[in-house]
């Protein structure tokens, strides 16, 4: 089976999955986008509002935000997936439980066996908490590679927290070139 039919396999069985309350609140499954050969592959902790509406993960304002972010680093659709840890939408936008977690969090993993990125890139600290370590400080900690088994990986600030607080788009900025230019190394 090629990467994309592997992807299909395994969104069909996240389509039926039930495993956590999340299943039965959901208007659409939010599974991922972007490239199946990637070379970076960003994950944010859940799907909102307008991503259950539509079904892609960061197609809201933070998405938007986020595209910019890419673009002004030179980062095209070609060279990047996006996921979330979560694929169903927790109730008011809340934070994920770690039962919640721990539910989907397989599907990610069988994401990046598939997938096999270089660069994982984290979108805010629930999502290296789950990913790089409990005790991630985000602000402190952002931009700051880390190496776990094959994969290369950071965190930036989730780009909703850069339109909350828009003093952070420099810092967001500089990470993102940091990315790019590993990326570069790397290839």
């Given at each position: 089976m090629n990467?994309?039919?592997l992807?299909?396999?395994?969104?069909?069985?996240?389509?039926?999955?039930?495993?956590?309350?999340?299943g039965?609140t959901?208007?659409?499954l939010?599974f991922?986008r972007?490239?199946?050969?990637?070379?970076?592959?960003?994950i944010?902790?859940?799907?909102?509002?307008?991503?259950?509406?539509s079904?892609?993960p960061?197609?809201?304002a933070?998405?938007?935000?986020?595209d910019?972010?890419?673009e002004?680093?030179?980062?095209?659709e070609?060279s990047?997936?996006i996921?979330?840890?979560?694929?169903?939408?927790p109730?008011?936008?809340?934070?994920p439980?770690?039962?919640e977690e721990?539910?989907?969090?397989g599907y990610?993993r069988?994401?990046?066996s598939?997938?096999?990125?270089?660069?994982?890139?984290c979108?805010?600290?629930?999502?290296?908490?789950?990913?790089?370590?409990?005790?991630?400080?985000i602000t402190?900690?952002?931009?700051?590679?880390?190496?776990?088994?094959d994969?290369?990986?950071?965190?930036?600030f989730?780009?909703?927290?850069i339109?909350?607080?828009?003093?952070?788009k420099?810092?967001?900025?500089?990470?993102?070139e940091k990315?790019a230019?590993?990326?570069?190394?790397?290839?």
């Amino acid at each position: 089976m090629n990467k994309t039919e592997l992807l299909k396999e395994i969104k069909s069985k996240c389509e039926n999955c039930y495993s956590c309350p999340l299943g039965d609140t959901r208007t659409n499954l939010v599974f991922g986008r972007g490239e199946v050969d990637a070379d970076v592959m960003f994950i944010g902790e859940a799907p909102g509002e307008k991503e259950d509406l539509s079904g892609e993960p960061f197609v809201g304002a933070a998405g938007k935000l986020l595209d910019k972010f890419l673009e002004a680093v030179g980062l095209d659709e070609k060279s990047y997936y996006i996921a979330n840890i979560i694929k169903c939408r927790p109730p008011k936008n809340r934070d994920p439980k770690p039962d919640e977690e721990e539910a989907c969090i397989g599907y990610l993993r069988e994401q990046l066996s598939v997938i096999k990125p270089k660069i994982i890139v984290c979108l805010g600290r629930i999502a290296a908490k789950k990913i790089i370590k409990p005790d991630f400080q985000i602000t402190l900690e952002h931009g700051k590679w880390f190496k776990k088994g094959d994969y290369l990986i950071c965190a930036v600030f989730h780009p909703a927290a850069i339109l909350r607080d828009p003093r952070r788009k420099q810092a967001m900025l500089e990470d993102f070139e940091k990315i790019a230019e590993t990326l570069k190394e790397l290839q």
